[in-house]
């Protein structure tokens, strides 16, 4: 097996490299002459190389620890949304919403310096530090004496949070084959088992251990259920960041060492996972440089390392994403998806235990007891729904575009089918049905998006999104402190923002169903 494996790697005795240099053609998402030449050439060699790999030991180990990310990533803005009543409650806050604003300022910071950072200074120490980052945070806050602390410790955990999904799903895709990408969609059913995790230890913990909605008065000591759930979230992600940086060596992406002009290490990370996958590589330094013109030269001493670093600071990257008009339309289109979402989203989910909590006084039955069960509930369904995302982005003529098109306009339908609720179950099963359709949404969006971006940039570009997401997040708080969360204005707002983003969609110029990501 391993010798049929580096016999892939030659074409009628010709170099991986000197093939893709003479205009062999490869599908890849990004039509060919739209990058940096060189860049993409050598992108070419190394798809083939990681193909001719397959998918093997290494990159199911990924899959499993690059999951705690997706995890992370759902899990945290749960827990806030989960203890915000409590907190509510008990510190009586004049705007409770600024907890939630706390948090999305959090995700901004971090997705702006572990997105952009991971194309400075690479994936590995992002990668590993994130989820550390946010175990330790999380579980100090469960020590907040005031509004103003717990306030403060959200924005620090959701700093790592921020990192998690522009940093894992770059490192991820650039490890797998192209034959397997769908694996990035198969990832988000992580996200909603974070969800169903965070609901089952919330639904004893806060359903017990908590102030009633009705009640007047509301006491630390009544109300532990969320310190307590605060510690178990921590101390759940303080695991998964053991498991991640002890029990896994990550390598540095081959594409990323690529495009700093580190072939040699490139090739030699190309061979570390051939042989963690028991297999072999034909792959050379040669093959690299066979895709360079005569005479070409990359800066490779230390001081251009260090004018690359400023280069990066200076918006090379950035450039790079908007350099024909067909990536710009396609980074700019994916911003304001990403944007629409990052409004739309928060604005409902961040305040649904509330809203089903005050909604079910309302109705007659709003104990914390039945507003956490139906929060499990709901969850529980986001689940298929990650598994749906998966079989939709690889139907013919459907695709990434299909399935996120669709999943989105209707997850903004049933937010609207939800202000119709004259009873508790109804708006259950809205709410049901609104978490299945948004789960099988997140589930494209997560693995399209860095497929529609070359490697050396998709550090940049996931950060891009992700801010994009994130500033518009920071608006949510700040809207539900100015418009009623007891009416169904909010909930409007949010479905409209979800039927834009899915027409949105519909417009990009790129489609990755079936292609290798450069």
Not at 248 to 277: Q, W
Not at 309 to 326: G, M, P, V, Y
Not at 397 to 411: D, H, P, V
Not at 424 to 453: D, H, I, K, Q, R
Request: net charge neutral; hydrophobic share 45%.
């Amino acid at each position: 097996m391993a010798d049929s494996s580096a016999e892939k790697g030659t074409r009628n005795g010709e170099r991986l490299g000197e093939d893709v240099a003479i205009g062999a053609e490869d599908v890849s998402t990004i039509p060919k002459g739209t990058i940096d030449p060189v860049y993409e050439a050598k992108a070419r060699v190394l798809n083939r190389a990681i193909q001719d790999i397959g998918m093997g030991w290494y990159q199911w180990q990924l899959f499993i620890v690059v999951g705690f990310g997706w995890a992370s990533d759902n899990l945290w803005p749960i827990v806030t949304s989960l203890i915000f009543t409590p907190i509510s409650n008990e510190f009586r806050p004049t705007r409770a919403p600024l907890l939630s604003l706390a948090q999305n300022i959090g995700l901004l910071a971090g997705a702006m310096f572990w997105g952009f950072g991971c194309d400075i200074f690479g994936r590995r120490w992002a990668f590993n530090l994130t989820l550390g980052l946010t175990a330790l945070w999380g579980m100090i806050a469960a020590s907040a004496p005031n509004f103003a602390a717990i306030g403060c410790f959200a924005a620090l955990w959701s700093f790592g949070v921020g990192g998690n999904l522009p940093v894992d799903s770059a490192i991820f895709l650039e490890f797998l084959p192209g034959s397997h990408q769908y694996l990035l969609t198969i990832l988000s059913i992580d996200w909603a088992l974070a969800q169903v995790v965070a609901d089952l230890v919330a639904w004893p913990l806060l359903g017990y251990m908590t102030c009633q909605q009705t009640d007047e008065e509301c006491t630390r000591g009544e109300n532990m259920g969320w310190r307590y759930f605060l510690i178990a979230m921590g101390g759940l992600t303080l695991i998964m960041f053991v498991l991640r940086f002890f029990c896994f060596t990550i390598y540095e992406s081959p594409k990323y060492l690529m495009g700093k002009g580190l072939d040699e290490e490139a090739v030699r990370m190309v061979h570390e996972v051939a042989r963690r996958n028991k297999m072999t590589s034909s792959l050379t330094v040669d093959d690299l440089k066979a895709c360079e013109p005569e005479g070409y030269e990359h800066r490779a001493t230390a001081g251009d390392a260090v004018k690359r670093k400023l280069e990066a600071i200076d918006l090379t990257h950035i450039r790079s994403l908007f350099a024909t008009k067909k990536l710009a339309y396609s980074t700019g289109a994916l911003m304001f998806v990403w944007a629409f979402i990052g409004l739309g989203y928060p604005l409902y989910n961040a305040f649904l235990p509330y809203i089903q909590a005050t909604r079910g006084v309302e109705f007659g039955d709003g104990s914390t007891y039945i507003t956490y069960r139906n929060s499990l509930i709901i969850g529980v369904l986001g689940v298929p729904g990650a598994l749906a995302g998966g079989v939709l982005v690889e139907l013919p003529n459907f695709g990434r575009k299909g399935a996120l098109s669709l999943s989105t306009i209707l997850t903004g339908v049933f937010l609207y089918c939800s202000t119709t609720a004259t009873n508790s179950s109804s708006l259950l099963g809205w709410n049901c049905a609104y978490n299945f359709t948004s789960n099988v949404m997140y589930a494209v969006l997560y693995a399209f998006t860095p497929e529609l971006f070359p490697t050396k940039d998709r550090g940049t570009g996931n950060a891009l999104t992700a801010t994009s997401n994130r500033i518009f997040g920071i608006m949510a708080p700040i809207i539900a402190m100015f418009a009623n969360l007891q009416t169904a204005a909010p909930v409007y707002t949010s479905g409209a923002l979800f039927v834009a983003a899915g027409l949105v969609v519909l417009t990009l110029p790129f489609e990755s169903r079936g292609k290798a990501s450069l």
